[in-house]
């Protein structure tokens, strides 16, 4: 049994109405379209009342991901679990929800930690329960594999951690 089967498995016998029902409305909420939306407002926001600069990396590093993500599913063509709790269209691998949530959870974390300093650890462990909280529901829906959802969070970081590079 490999990890990916072992996982959905797992899910298939925690479901409840409640844990449904949350996890359809944290997947809206955090749909990749929705928190790019949301990035490139907080980017025109940094623009005007900080720094250009970080704005503009904020965006791209959105935009980035976002093509990213298209590309990446294009290219593994990976079919999603047929045991899905919701409908879903286009491809497995990486998943959307974990790559774009990852840049944008790390990012704001990064932004609030350089403000407030003193509040860095608690900025960072926000972003990663979020992040897991994102990840965990679309494992939960049974949409993506765990391979989706950890491939997506590698990509991310590697999208994060390199727009950094550009702001330091």
Excluded: C, W
């Excluded at 980035?64 to 709790?85: D, N, V, W």
């Excluded at 993506?144 to 999208?159: A, N, R, V």
């Amino acid at each position: 049994m490999t990890i990916d089967t072992f996982t959905l498995q797992f899910m298939t016998t925690i479901q409840n109405e409640f844990l449904t029902s949350l996890s359809k409305s944290i997947s809206i909420v955090t749909e990749t379209a929705v928190l790019l939306t949301l990035g490139l407002i907080i980017s025109l926001f940094l623009s005007y009342k900080y720094s250009k600069r970080k704005g503009i990396i904020y965006a791209s590093s959105l935009i980035l991901t976002g093509i990213i993500i298209y590309t990446a599913k294009e290219i593994f063509y990976r079919a999603r679990p047929i045991t899905s709790l919701v409908a879903e269209t286009g491809f497995s691998f990486p998943s959307g929800h974990a790559t774009m949530s990852t840049v944008f959870f790390l990012f704001l974390a990064s932004l609030l930690s350089k403000k407030y300093p003193k509040r860095k650890i608690a900025s960072y462990t926000i972003a990663i329960i979020l992040i897991t909280i994102v990840s965990l529901s679309r494992l939960y829906l049974q949409v993506h594999y765990l391979t989706d959802i950890l491939g997506g969070i590698f990509i991310g970081l590697i999208i994060f951690l390199t727009s950094i590079k550009f702001l330091r």
